[in-house]
């Protein structure tokens, strides 16, 4: 019968190390299925929280705009906004539902008895045996230590997304990156267009925000000034939102174009000493 050290040291090589997405004191034989697993990354609850937030305010702020333009245009406008945002959620979870687990990994034992170590591949450079998965890792192969698994085709780990981009819904990240940036650059320039119909006829837009919101009678006096300013603030924090989220996925699919000139992945890209990741590497094809 082994000695209590020698059990402690046992149940501490299985322990994988600690992060914000992974369950505290998980051993080697937990892994990450898809991106709503619980624990939830900082990030991805970031994510969520601001997609129902920016969502619904932005479509919103549009149909407002729509009630008090009254014209056949807009509301064509605020038709495909919609759809472009059901087209974005189904993309979204669609790549977050998506099994990136290499196929040789699902039939192979776990060895409970492995040691994480700082700096170390959990992949053999050598052998290509992965210390966990007990299995030959093909090309493109890496195991993620914040999903726990080996993922075929990996490209990086989404802390966004709380899951690893990979072969398997590479695509369907790029199609979601897409549609996303399509729908907030759409959500701005109604925002604006909103904003500037505020500033332009303010007692036209008083009548449609309290229209829009069934009111009978148009109050007066300070209650109409609060209401009208509230709601003015609301929309410039819409507005300067949309231009971060714009400018962010603009940025993010800037670099995934850069990546498909170079013939590159995430994760090779980022492992270039500095000196090759100026613009001058675009010629390196």
């Known amino acids: 019968m082994p000695a209590a050290s020698d059990t402690s ?8 190390p600690e992060a914000s997405s992974v369950p ?3 051993t080697v034989f937990w892994a990450r299925r898809h991106g709503f697993q619980w624990p939830w990354d900082p990030l991805f609850a970031l994510h969520c929280a601001a997609t129902v937030m920016l969502a619904g305010g932005f479509t919103l702020a549009l149909a407002l705009h729509v009630h008090a ?6 509301a064509m406008v605020l038709g495909g906004e919609v759809l472009l945002l059901a087209v974005a959620l189904a993309l979204d979870a669609a790549v977050i539902l998506r099994n990136v687990e290499a196929r040789e990994a699902q ?8 040691e994480f170590r700082r700096g170390v591949a959990v992949i053999d450079v ?3 045996e992965c210390g966990v998965c007990c299995m030959r890792a093909k090309i493109g192969t890496r195991h993620c230590k914040l999903c ?6 990996y490209d990086h780990h989404c802390r966004w997304l709380n899951t690893c981009i990979a072969a398997a819904n590479y695509r369907l990240f790029m199609a979601f990156v897409i549609c996303a940036l399509l729908y907030t650059l759409l959500a701005l320039v109604c925002c604006l267009r909103a904003a500037a119909c505020a500033a332009s006829d303010l007692l036209r837009f008083r009548h449609a925000l309290w229209s829009a919101i069934g009111a ?5 006096g300070p209650l109409a000034a609060i209401t009208v300013t509230g709601f003015l603030l609301v929309l410039a924090t819409f507005i300067l939102a949309d231009t971060a989220v714009l400018l962010g996925l603009a940025l993010l699919l800037a670099f995934h174009v850069r990546l498909w000139w170079l013939d ?4 090779d890209y980022l492992a270039l000493p500095h000196r090759l990741r100026t613009t001058s590497s675009w010629l390196a094809t």
């Open 126 to 128: 050598v052998s290509s």
């Open 9 to 16: 040291t046992l149940v501490a090589e299985r322990r994988i």
């Open 216 to 220: 009978e009678v148009l109050p007066t």
């Open 69 to 74: 333009d009254g014209s056949r245009a807009w």
């Open 107 to 114: 039939a192979q034992a776990r060895n409970g008895a492995y």
């Open 24 to 26: 505290a004191g998980a």
């Open 264 to 267: 590159m992945r995430t994760v």
């Open 148 to 153: 726990n698994k080996c993922v075929a085709g």
